[in-house]
Nanobody, 128 residues
Framework: QVQLVESGGGLVQAGASLRLSCVVTGRTLSVYDYGWFRQDPGKEREFVAAVRWSTGTTSYADFVKGRFTISRDTAAKMVYLKIDSLKPEDTAVYYC?????????????????????WGQGTQVSVPS
């Protein structure tokens, strides 16, 4: 089992940068992929990015367009999401999630249904 706790959200001006953090605890962290999703009220939860703990391989949603960077620090047991050039449409609750690997050759999961564990979320607000 894995526990995830996000932090780093807040009220941020458009154009600024922000780094979200996710503390990961549990056993055998290396058999999981870790993803970031976001959800605005009234909308479906949206995939943002994912990283494989064991290799650092990453995957991004098409809308990211180079503004988002996911990374992990295996020693510190952290997963990060850096967002550059923040826009009002980035306003959402951002969630960290873990997907237990079925196979090391499997692709990174990009749908919320594939993820097994979730954090409580951290709010990012970018006023227009």
């Amino acid at each position: 089992q894995v526990q995830l706790v996000e932090s780093g959200g807040g009220l941020v001006q458009a154009g600024a940068s922000l780094r979200l953090s996710c503390v990961v605890t549990g056993r055998t962290l290396s058999v999981y992929d870790y993803g970031w999703f976001r959800q605005d009220p009234g909308k479906e939860r949206e995939f943002v990015a994912a990283v494989r703990w064991s290799t650092g391989t990453t995957s991004y949603a098409d809308f990211v367009k180079g503004r988002f960077t996911i990374s992990r620090d295996t020693a510190a047991k952290m997963v990060y999401l850096k967002i550059d050039s923040l826009k009002p449409e980035d306003t959402a609750v951002y969630y960290c999630a873990a997907d237990r690997l079925k196979s090391m050759s499997a692709r990174l999961a990009v749908t919320s249904e594939e993820y097994d564990y979730w954090g409580q979320g951290t709010q990012v607000s970018v006023p227009s």
